[in-house]
T-cell receptor, first 115, second 113 residues
Framework: DAGVIQSPRHEVTEMGQEVTLRCKPI?????LFWYRQTMMRGLELLIY????????DSGMPEDRFSAKMPNASFSTLKIQPSEPRDSAVYFC?????????????FGPGTRLLVL | KQEVTQIPAALSVPEGENLVLNCSFT??????LQWFRQDPGKGLTSLLL?????REQTSGRLNASLDKSSGRSTLYIAASQPGDSATYLC????????????FGTGTRLKVLA
């Protein structure tokens, strides 16, 4: 298996622009997680899905952030409009069972810079 | 609210030393705890997962212990190697249905050849 795939790997955009991050989980995994990592706040869970349904989005910072999972093999995290404080590394992870029962497998991340 | 602290924040040691990385958490009602490794510019790799009913887990040169009641976990690395250089993160998972990983800030380890 190729592991969790994220695209793009790097994104540079200007403030106010829409940003879409993409994730393909490991085949057969029914949990998908979006995290954000910054120097100031460390690694934070933004939202997670089970069987394509959002379960907990309490970590989503504000309405500018939205996430979708239209099918078992694809998820997007969208920021609209983007702001400089959104600059971070965004990770996607997947697991085959519930959190804590099975390890999560992380993608390589998308490094976002908003100017 | 779960808060996770890792000590030390950074560590630089010569090759061959045995190491101890510490993790403390404020809410002891956890489901389990996991240790991860993160290499620069990369994602996280799971090292060890300890269920709340367990006291330790071992994998090769790594041994992780868990004292849930005192809110502490320790990662032991035996005979450290330069390839062990990375950031190590601990993540307890809440048992109250939140099922969130709350990550510590990590310990940056550098093993010198």
């Amino acid at each position: 298996d190729a592991g969790v795939i994220q695209s793009p790997r790097h994104e540079v955009t200007e403030m106010g622009q829409e940003v879409t991050l993409r994730c393909k989980p490991i085949s057969g995994h029914d949990y998908l997680f979006w995290y954000r990592q910054t120097m100031m706040r460390g690694l934070e869970l933004l939202i997670y899905f089970n069987n394509n349904v959002p379960i907990d989005d309490s970590g989503m910072p504000e309405d500018r952030f939205s996430a979708k999972m239209p099918n078992a093999s694809f998820s997007t995290l969208k920021i609209q409009p983007s702001e400089p404080r959104d600059s971070a590394v965004y990770f996607c992870a997947s697991s085959s069972t519930g959190i804590g029962e099975e390890t999560q497998y992380f993608g390589p991340g998308t490094r976002l810079l908003v100017l | 609210k779960q808060e996770v602290t890792q000590i030390p924040a950074a560590l630089s040691v010569p090759e061959g030393e045995n190491l101890v990385l510490n993790c403390s958490f404020t809410d002891s009602a956890i489901y389990n705890l996991q240790w991860f490794r993160q290499d620069p510019g990369k994602g996280l790799t799971s090292l060890l997962l300890i269920q709340s009913s367990q006291r330790e887990q071992t994998s090769g040169r790594l041994n992780a212990s868990l004292d849930k009641s005192s809110g502490r976990s320790t990662l032991y690395i035996a005979a450290s190697q330069p390839g062990d250089s990375a950031t190590y993160l601990c993540a307890p998972v809440g048992a109250s249905g939140t099922y969130k990983y709350i990550f510590g800030t990590g310990t940056r380890l550098k093993v010198l050849a």
